[in-house]
């Protein structure tokens, strides 16, 4: 799997690619859909496959004060595209000259002139260009002065409506990963490398490996049970608190995964930690031997629930 910048030249064996285009952020059922139809695209005649997103979130560049709200990240997103049939991956980096590019340059000068693509494939309401202003039919109408083919895929609904970032978002701030799980196709993963803390956890028989949250989206804060995907491969169980840790002071926002029988380091490692289960809010306890006892009762309600799981990787 290839990374490239918008701004890259193009290696030869990527052109005439076939582009899906989107912020692809949660890389959910709907994206999944619009980066089948452009691997089906082209498919049909040999063609690669390109994956565009942007990077930073176009929102983030005109609200840079809004809270942190990413579903995944670059990294995460240059996995899945490839387990869905991308040859490479193009980041947009989204800054003030291309939110002020318009629609019919962004088209001509960076899709069909730089990047030499032969088909376009995106959602139904994607939109491009200086304030928004290119749509499906612009990007049709300007494909079409140059022969390319275009493809416009709709939302994919359930019963719930359409699948989109904002549902996925609402569920896991609502603590409810198995209906983010359902809308992704995955359980919500967090990745980042393991730090230093404050290692309280292992004076009470319980050692966290500390994953600060980054620009993930905070889902509800409280115990979860989680998996732990490892550099080498390896997937274990474990049991985690996401939040500020009320019963220590000072207050510092983390992802702390505990992970059953391992006793390994991992400082300095970038592991993955999927949320598959929320068991409880967050609580003060006056005591640690009340802490270690609600740990305990957590982690026994963790490993059923993970024990009863299918098979995961």
Known sequence: MTRLSSTDPIPQE?????????????VHQ???AVIGAA???ARADGSPVLVATFDP????HFKPDAP????????????????????????????????????EDFVNRHLLTHMGVKGIVTGTDFT????????IDVMRRLAAQAGIGTKAVPPVHDGGGVISSTRIRQALQAGDPQEAARLLTRPFAIRGEVVHGAKLGRTIGYPTANVELGPYLRPKYGIYAVTGHLPDGRVIKGAANLGIRPSFDPPKELLEPYFFDFAEDLYGQTIEVALHHFLRPEAKFDTLDAL???????CAKARALLDALPAFD
């Open 57 to 60: 979130h176009p929102a983030r």
């Open 68 to 103: 942190p709200f990413r579903l995944t990240t670059l990294e995460q997103r240059e996995v899945l595209f490839a387990a869905y049939g991308a040859d490479a991956m193009v980041v947009f980096e989204f800054d003030a000259a291309l939110a002020g590019t318009s629609a």
């Open 128 to 135: 491009f260009g200086k304030d928004r202003s290119g749509n």
């Open 14 to 26: 990527l052109q005439g690619a076939v582009i899906a285009l989107g912020n692809f952020d949660g």
């Open 39 to 41: 691997v089906d695209m």
């Open 292 to 298: 270690t006892e609600q740990m305990e009762k957590d």
């Open 30 to 32: 709907g994206h999944q």
